[in-house]
């Protein structure tokens, strides 16, 4: 896989296409495997990391699984940041030591880390709220994986990991929602403390730890013990719709009652990306936040929910440095945002007049 060649594409979760798509960006399971015959990774020596590098490899080989492995040793910070940018890796395998990398999928929608926390972390993301299908595809990843390699399970515990929180399953179910009415008429407390207790987690774009740039926010279970991947998957498939609910009641309210104050958001966040010469990524995040709600209530009609989903990736610090093809101080990074923001909206206003 060329990683520069990410900079010119999209994955398949930021489409926009998938079901409930103006609210939910993404679905996303990951499960958490280790192998019986090695030591959690965290006590495992860089001889043994590369032994479980090379039998993790072997059996995705003969598993027949099309996937394009990147030792993440031979790359660079810069490198590394932008899988984590494409959500393809996480911060904790960027920065780990000794032998680690990933094997990714051709449309980015699976990715397999390998000498993370756990062994294996494997994942699936797909656009839209469709945790079934994605549950499907995991699933059979993991079997195709688990006829190669000799898992660690006990019949009482289920799954064994490093982390005690994912014993059983080792299942993480998420999803990624984007709620701007809900956070601008200040109701999104209220519903994550609901969620805190029926034991899901909220955390930012990138996780844990991350804060809620753009509204995004990624909603997962907590609990992995005791319960089926089924069940966990159910328990939030029957949440996730109620979300949805009020952050659609929400923005109507909003545009029924505040039109006009609306509208003038939406707009005045547009024009300021079509106009900016300097930009921050977090201002970034806000206004295309504010363009991508306008573009659901029909505020903006020339410009696709595609194009703002890339912009929000697009214009992470990583992806603009290979955009740009160097090395950039913030102040330059801040330039080059603008300049690449206001390229990206003229070719989208000049395919639509070209359509006309």
């Not at 994605?134 to 399970?153: M, S, T």
């Not at 996730?240 to 909003?254: D, F, G, K, L």
């Not at 806000?286 to 410009?303: K, Q």
């Not at 440095?321 to 950039?328: A, F, Y």
Request: aromatic share 6%; net charge negative.
């Amino acid at each position: 896989m060329n990683l520069d060649a990410l900079t010119r594409t999209s994955g398949e979760w930021l489409r926009g296409t998938g079901p409930e798509s103006d609210i939910v960006i993404c679905s996303r399971i990951r499960l958490a495997r280790n192998l019986a015959d090695f030591p959690f990774t965290n006590r495992a020596s860089d001889a043994e990391k590369t032994e479980i590098e090379r039998v993790c490899r072997s059996a995705m080989d003969k598993a027949g699984l099309d996937l394009d492995y990147q030792s993440l040793v031979n790359l660079g910070p810069l490198d590394r940041q932008l899988l984590v940018e494409r959500q393809l890796v996480s911060r904790e395998l960027s920065n780990g030591d000794g032998p680690r990398g990933v094997a990714i999928g051709p449309r980015e929608n699976m990715s397999v880390m390998i000498n993370e926390e756990d062994h294996l972390r494997i994942q699936v993301m797909n656009s839209g709220f469709s945790l079934p299908d994605v549950w499907e595809q995991i699933n059979d990843l993991d079997d195709r994986l688990e006829e190669q390699l000799h898992y660690a399970f006990n019949p009482q515990l289920g799954y064994l990991t490093a982390c005690p929180t994912n014993v059983g399953t080792g299942i993480r179910v998420g999803v990624m929602l984007h709620l701007p009415a809900l956070a601008n008429t200040k109701q999104i407390e209220k519903v994550f403390r609901a969620l805190h207790k029926i034991n899901l987690a909220v955390r930012g774009l990138y996780g844990e730890g991350t804060q809620a740039d753009g509204d995004f926010y990624q909603i997962s279970n907590q609990q992995t013990l005791g319960k089926s991947e089924r069940e966990l998957i159910r328990n939030l498939s029957d949440v996730i719709p109620q979300i949805i609910s009020y952050e659609r009641q929400a923005r109507q309210e909003w545009i029924g009652q505040r039109r006009q104050h609306l509208h003038d958001q939406v707009s005045r966040a547009y024009g300021v990306l079509k106009t900016a010469h300097t930009i921050s990524s977090s201002e970034t995040m806000h206004l295309l936040s504010s363009v991508r709600m306008g573009i659901n209530l029909g505020l903006i009609d020339d410009l696709e929910i595609r194009t703002v989903n890339e912009l929000f990736i697009h214009t992470q610090p990583a992806h603009l440095q290979k955009i740009q093809g160097e090395s950039l101080e913030v102040d330059e990074r801040n330039i080059a945002r603008a300049g690449y923001i206001r390229r990206r909206l003229l070719e989208g206003r000049h395919d639509d007049e070209t359509a006309d």
